[in-house]
């Protein structure tokens, strides 16, 4: 086991383990339930974590998260309805709903 990456967000990290078990690379999630002890640790170790199984599949894993990355650069932008940021990575304002597609 090796820890691949970590995010903010467990949308991203399921996102990230989907895209890797298409690839055949199986993964597991940790941290998914800390949300609710936030503030008894500090911030950034209370982030989900991607830990990758197999670690003959780490080099791959990380070139293909890299890869995922660049395909949808995770510039921020302002939702026009209520003004909030929101990350790139998201199609929809996390404040009031608002999907960019739409
Ligand atoms: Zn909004």
Redesign the pocket.
């Known amino acids: 086991m090796k820890k691949l990456t970590s995010a903010e967000t467990l949308v991203l990290i399921n996102h990230y383990k989907n895209l890797l078990a298409a690839e055949g690379i199986p993964t597991e999630v940790r941290n998914q339930h800390l949300g609710s002890i936030m503030g008894e640790m500090p911030f950034f170790e209370t982030w989900p974590q991607l830990w990758v199984v197999n670690d003959l599949d780490y080099d791959r894993a990380k070139q293909l998260i890299e890869a995922a990355d660049a395909e949808s650069p995770a510039e921020s932008w302002k ?1 026009p ?2 003004g ?1 940021e929101n990350e790139g990575q998201f199609a929809a ?1 996390w ?2 709903g ?1 999907a960019i597609d739409d």
């Open positions: 939702c309805k209520c909030e304002c404040n009031c608002y």
